[in-house]
């Protein structure tokens, strides 16, 4: 059984400063990993994913994420924010043996100029 | 980008009334899947259908549901009696492979269906 725990369910942030979106699981298998994002009226949106490899994954709009095992995190990250990074995020794991997503809650981040 | 097109994007029903909601999934897609978000909670597996059959369905998809692929470009989901606590976004979903099969398949959503049951 997998499980997604996301903190917080909104994260406000001023335009240009560092943006940390946390999101730890569980997983019984070793866990596929997503980031997802939703703008308002649009559908989700894969921002990346971790399968197998390299565990900083670079995903679009220059959102980066980092597989740590030991920490069981997955935690999302972006330099410096954009007024259009404003949207709802994410986090989703699968098995490799799966193919299904269970979601976390989400979290809204709020860019603020 | 090619788009998965869902219809209504409201709809607003009556309590015990069957509702149909339409999934338009990409052309080349095999697999399909409807997942729900109730407000404020999680987004939420439903079932998932490939070759014509369900694949995997979750505890929530009992026999008030069913889905159907009616024509080969259509999929959808019905409710057969609606209930107040069905009332959330409904999406679906589409992949050309399963997440099975290939880890560098997208998973494609569409916009949602704001089903409310009143």
């Known amino acids: ?113 | 980008e090619p788009e998965v097109t869902q219809t209504p994007s409201h709809q607003v029903t009556q309590m015990g009334q069957e509702v149909i909601l339409r999934c338009v999934p990409i052309s080349n897609h095999l697999y399909f899947y409807w997942y729900r978000q109730i407000l404020g909670q999680k987004v939420e597996f439903l079932v998932s259908f490939y070759n014509n059959e369900i694949s995997e369905k979750s505890e929530i998809f009992d026999d008030q549901f069913s889905v159907e692929r009616p024509d080969g470009s259509n999929f959808t989901l019905k409710i057969r009696s609606t209930k107040l606590e069905d009332s959330a976004m409904y999406f679906c979903a589409s992949m050309r492979q399963g997440l099975k099969v290939a880890t560098n398949e997208k998973l494609f959503f569409g916009s949602g269906t704001q089903l409310s049951v009143l």
């Open chain 1, 1 to 113: 059984a997998q499980s997604v725990t996301q903190l917080g369910s909104h994260v406000s942030v001023s335009e240009g400063a560092l943006v940390l979106l946390r999101c730890n699981y569980s997983s019984s298998v070793p866990p596929y990993l997503f980031w997802y994002v939703q703008y308002p009226n649009q559908g989700l949106q894969l921002l990346l994913k971790y399968t197998t490899g390299a565990t900083l994954v670079k995903g679009i709009n220059g959102f980066e994420a980092e597989f740590k095992k030991s920490e069981t995190s997955f935690h999302l990250t972006k330099p410096s924010a954009h007024m259009s990074d404003a949207a709802e995020y994410f986090c989703a794991v699968t098995g490799s043996g799966y193919s299904t997503l269970t979601f976390g809650k989400g979290t809204m981040l709020l860019v603020s100029p």
